[in-house]
């Protein structure tokens, strides 16, 4: 066996935001990437698609500029 080596831990580089839509059909909590755009979903419980609302990209951009796109939302006490 060779001799692990220590790893770091490391720190995130960017972030997206997930949003949950419910299956009108199962309704199931499908996670799904920030659609900006109309979209369809995809539900991994039934198999059904479905179309969903997208969220305003201008809000999107601003949560990731105020979090620094995930770098202020490091733990402070961890590093």
């Known amino acids: 066996m060779g001799e692990r080596k220590f790893v770091s831990p490391v720190r995130p580089v960017g972030m997206e935001l997930v949003m949950f839509y419910p299956c009108p059909y199962c309704q199931r ?36 500029l105020i979090l620094n796109n995930g770098q202020a939302a490091i733990d402070p006490e961890y590093v």
Do not use: H, W
Not at 31 to 43: I, K, R, S, V
Not at 45 to 57: H, K, L, M, T, Y
């Open 29 to 64: 909590n499908v996670p799904l990437l920030a659609p900006t755009e109309p979209a369809m979903g995809d539900c991994d419980s039934c198999g059904r698609q479905f179309p969903v609302v997208p969220i305003d990209n201008t809000t999107t951009q601003y949560i990731k």
